[in-house]
């Protein structure tokens, strides 16, 4: 078990991408390691204005810690990792990462500071790389007549039927029932169907 910064107080900073994600993940570790306090953020590394982030390293003191629970938990570039981390241990904060290749103590001097710094490198790199194969196959599908996304659970032997039954006045609700797809697949395409046959 790594030891605490100088005996000061570990303060978690968790961070999740989207509000669909959750941080029970993180929050679990922050409290299994003892954090006294814990700051989060639900935005994109990306976004520079992380109120969370912003607040755990203004409460951090000399002789704290700051914990995350992986590095691209505290920033999403190398030059973003390396400004806090090092703006942090001026202050005499040190930071801790919990999981992942860098999981230890950063220390901002020799090897120490060398592999940190290599290891964020290679992270930026494999979204890098992430982000381009994903743009590649977009742009190769649409080149194909692909737009990617589920395929439509509507053809037109479907869209016959659910004109036919609301020509007898049966509500789009139960057409959507009765036919198994959502009201809201319903009433877009019947809305096209009259749209085309104008």
Known sequence: MIKNHANGQLIGYARVSTDSQDAQLQRHAFNEVGCARLFEDKA??????????????????????????????????????????????????????????LAGNYTPTGEGKFFF?????????ERDIIRERTRAGLEAARAQGRTGGRPSVMNDDILVVARARQAKGESVNSIAKALGISRATLHRHLAGADSNSV
């Open 117 to 125: 710094t290599m290891m964020a490198a290679f992270a930026e790199l």
């Open 44 to 101: 994109s590394g990306k976004n520079a204005d992380r109120a969370g982030l912003t607040a755990a390293l203004d409460y951090a003191r000399s002789g704290d810690t700051l914990c995350v629970w992986k590095l691209d938990r505290l920033g999403r570039s190398v030059k973003d990792v390396l400004t806090i981390a090092d703006d942090l241990h001026g202050r005499g904060v040190g930071l801790r990462i919990l999981t992942g290749k």
